[in-house]
């Protein structure tokens, strides 16, 4: 065959124009910023959210969701504290604790999730002792009875006897903050250290440090089979999702509990790390696996840290409470050659964590999913080439996109995205599967780019139905909504009509006070940011702002576009509105600036909806006594101490949420009495804590309202006592004070007359 290879010939055909030539330019452009990112420092803090949360997705999808009959957890819970008194206990108590785990129950290795940093003092053996030094020194009968009972009241000497009898480990808690004096105190003694620098001939490898630590009493220690280190890696965006393997305190190393706790459950087989050199050839180590013997391999990130196994949303562990083990409610035996993890789901305890399967999880349980990822081997880990492989799919992918799509009408280049996307997605979980974790978000997002950049020309023709709509309606609603209605243009206007909607009200508290501590360019400043923040929340969920009146926002849900879940969009976007005026509110700190708190009011009905205003100036907006009531249950959230105050009717219209009935008021400006709420949370999601508080204030105020002021105060008094933040409580105790002095008689209804708006 005499066929040539026209390089030249290829390029003028597949570049038949200028505009084909400059599209794939572009693509090829866009491909090449995404290689710039990785290839100059670290990726933007957006991209490596999205890299996270693709992990958090994929772990998520594959989790076993089955509990590990291996493995408990001796659970100091509310439970415990209940019956055994508030924390920290006697040691006495633990030695109990210990000694029934291994006794009767046959557990083979107990690993503490607490530490024992100070002497146990509650018996009063010290103050004994110093009487028998001092006032009673001559009596004989007092020094035989305490020689007599010294060993009953030393509570420290019977835990480390019961530590030194069985296979027990216990932790320390490093801090590593260097700026902080407070992080250098070394409190207890330290375990003896896994190895040393010398090991690794004096080289160190990357592995986070400390600078001090809090462990536990001598005695304890030197009786301990083995003990580990407590430190949680959090990522930046506050998720715990790794623990270092070693840390380093000085020129020694020290395990994590959970491998401390592997090892003594393989009665101490040695510990083999595995080292090689950075990838950046400056002669520095890194930990590449452990093992122990041939059962067990660890492999590792570059920052010598285990990726926790996640098994699961639910409790993944049989949790068994402190106190019936000490009571011995439990079968001889029925923990027979188990791994029993001591930890804390109290929530006065501090022990919970921010995980990729829950926003509050025991601390404990992730020491658990690790042990459960040892014995199962299948702690999965980044490739130590990840840079090599970031680069080459970006390479790959992003060509070959740029240059295909700009030859493919609209209906094939999806096609061809969501295959490639699939097939990215594919590759991913082949290798997730084998425990290697690569890079997803960003391949994904380059793919999704240059699909919308290819989709441009598209917008491009649609965009004279898109003006003609967004005349209209584009200074009114979000833009998403916009497009929606840009479809169908002819089916809106801006003519009055009535609607069942809903509204809301949002305010800022002490704005008067805080202006006045601001310049007028910090509270310009100040108030562009907290509109755009509030502003982006409201029509995320498809909200329409009506208007902004100084630091107070008005938004409507419901036109012009029709929309069936009105009031549970407006609701959830009050949900969001507190949360995201929490999560500013470090930033705004930093800036100088004041902690933000906001009231939100909610309310849904018939309403007056469409373009009003005289002919200098018109809006698009609502009216009626429906969006009055709203306004009035945001003044109202003060008076409650409450972020939200939702109506009646936003009760009946979202039944997924879980409310707090507050009161029965008279707002004014109205004469029928009506029904207010505090929304807590979505249903499922509210731990069992919380709605025992919630049905316990809602008996108070059933009392109330049958006058049975005694039996209503005692409930709020000791709810008053549990939460004293809760202003509502300090309402009614008030109210029944006074009520108490002046009787509202027989025929009271209960509802309560507001005098303020």
């Known amino acids: 065959m005499n ?278 050839g400056d002669g520095r180590l890194r930990l590449d696996n452990v093992s122990f013997g041939k059962k067990t391999v660890i492999s590792l990130d570059d920052d010598g840290t285990a990726l926790i196994p996640y098994r699961g949303k639910n409790p993944m562990y049989r949790y068994i409470s402190a106190t019936d083990v000490i009571q011995g409610k439990l079968t001889p035996g029925e923990l027979d050659g188990k791994i029993a993890l001591v930890g804390t789901s109290a929530a006065g305890l501090f022990d919970l964590r921010n995980t990729p399967v829950g926003e509050i999880y025991p601390g404990v349980e992730a020491h658990a999913n690790l042990l459960s990822g040892y014995l199962d081997n299948n702690i999965k880990r980044r490739p130590h080439f990840e840079f090599a492989i970031k680069i080459w799919i970006v390479l790959a992918i992003g060509i070959a996109l740029a240059l295909a799509l700009v030859k493919l009408n609209p209906l094939w280049s999806t096609v061809t995205v969501a295959l490639t996307a699939a097939a990215v997605i594919g590759f991913n979980m082949y290798w997730w599967s084998t425990n290697l974790v690569l890079p997803l978000a960003m391949p994904l997002l380059l793919i999704g780019a240059l699909y919308l950049f290819n989709m441009a020309y598209g917008f491009f023709i649609e965009a004279r139905s898109k003006r003609q709509i967004t005349g209209i309606f584009g200074t009114y609603v979000p833009k998403e909504l916009v497009e929606e209605m840009a479809k169908n243009p002819t089916n809106y206007s801006t003519k009055g009509e009535s609607r069942d909607m809903t509204v809301l009200f949002s305010d800022i508290r002490s704005f008067t006070s805080i202006s006045e501590g601001l310049s007028p360019t910090e509270l310009t400043a100040m108030m562009n940011d907290y509109l755009t923040d509030m502003t982006q929340t409201i029509q995320t969920q498809r909200g329409t702002i009506d208007k902004y009146i100084g630091d107070a926002i008005m938004a409507f849900w419901g036109a012009p576009v029709t929309d069936e879940k009105h009031a549970e969009h407006a609701l959830l976007s009050a949900l969001a509105m507190q949360k995201r005026i929490k999560e500013i509110g470090p930033a705004y700190i930093k800036r100088g600036w004041p902690k933000l708190e906001i009231g939100v009011g909610l309310n849904c009905g018939v309403m007056n909806v469409g373009d009003m205003g005289s002919t200098f100036r018109r809006a698009y907006t609502v009216m009626g006594d429906a969006v009055n009531l709203a306004a009035r249950l945001e003044g109202q959230t003060k008076e409650y101490g409450v972020g939200i105050l939702v109506s009646e009717n936003i009760v009946n219209a979202v039944p997924s949420v879980v409310y707090r009935e507050l009161d029965r008021i008279r707002v004014k400006g109205k004469l029928e009495p009506i029904s207010i709420y505090e929304p807590v949370g979505m249903k499922g999601e509210i731990v069992e804590q919380v709605l025992n508080e ?56 209960g509802v309560f007359v507001a005098t303020t708006k």
């Open 3 to 280: 066929a040539k290879f026209d390089i030249k010939k290829i390029w003028t055909k597949y570049f038949s124009s200028i505009n084909v030539f400059i599209r794939a330019g572009l693509g090829i452009g866009i491909v090449g910023l995404f290689v710039l990112n990785y290839m100059f420092g670290e990726p933007l803090t957006f991209f490596q959210r999205l890299e996270l949360q693709t992990y958090d997705t994929r772990l998520r999808a594959t989790m076993p969701e089955k509990i590990d009959p291996r493995i408990v957890i001796i659970d100091i819970d509310e439970k415990s504290l209940s019956a055994e008194g508030r924390w920290p206990w006697g040691r006495d108590k633990i030695a109990a604790l210990t000694r029934q785990l291994f006794d009767p129950y046959k557990t083979k290795v107990v690993g503490f999730d607490v530490f024992f940093a100070e002497p146990d003092t509650s018996s009063g053996l010290a103050k004994l002792e110093a009487l028998s030094k001092d006032a009673l020194k001559s009596n004989t009968d007092f020094q035989e009875k305490l020689a007599e009972i010294r060993p009953s009241l030393d509570y420290d000497k019977q835990f480390a006897e019961e530590i030194g009898r069985h296979s027990v480990v216990l932790s320390f808690a490093p801090s590593n903050d260097r700026n902080s004096e407070l992080t250098k105190l070394e409190i207890g003694v330290l375990p003896t250290p896994t190895f040393s620098t010398a090991t690794f001939s004096g080289k160190p490898f990357s592995t986070p440090r400390f600078t001090g630590f809090s462990a536990n009493l001598k005695e304890f220690q030197a009786a301990a089979s083995a003990t580990g280190h407590i430190l949680p890696l959090i990522d930046f965006d506050g998720v715990l999702r790794r623990v270092p393997t070693f840390v380093q305190y000085k020129d020694a190393y020290y395990e994590s509990l959970s491998i401390a706790t592997y090892r003594a459950f393989l009665d101490n087989e040695p510990i083999i790390v595995n080292m090689r050199k950075d990838d950046e």
């Open 694 to 749: 919630i049905d316990r204030f809602h008996r108070a105020l059933d009392r109330y309202k049958e006058q049975r002021w005694d039996d209503a105060e005692q409930i709020l008094t000791a709810l008053s006592h549990a939460d004293p933040s809760r202003k509502a409580y300090k309402v009614y105790l008030q109210r029944i004070a006074n009520f108490k002095l002046n009787p509202p008689g027989k025929n009271w209804d």
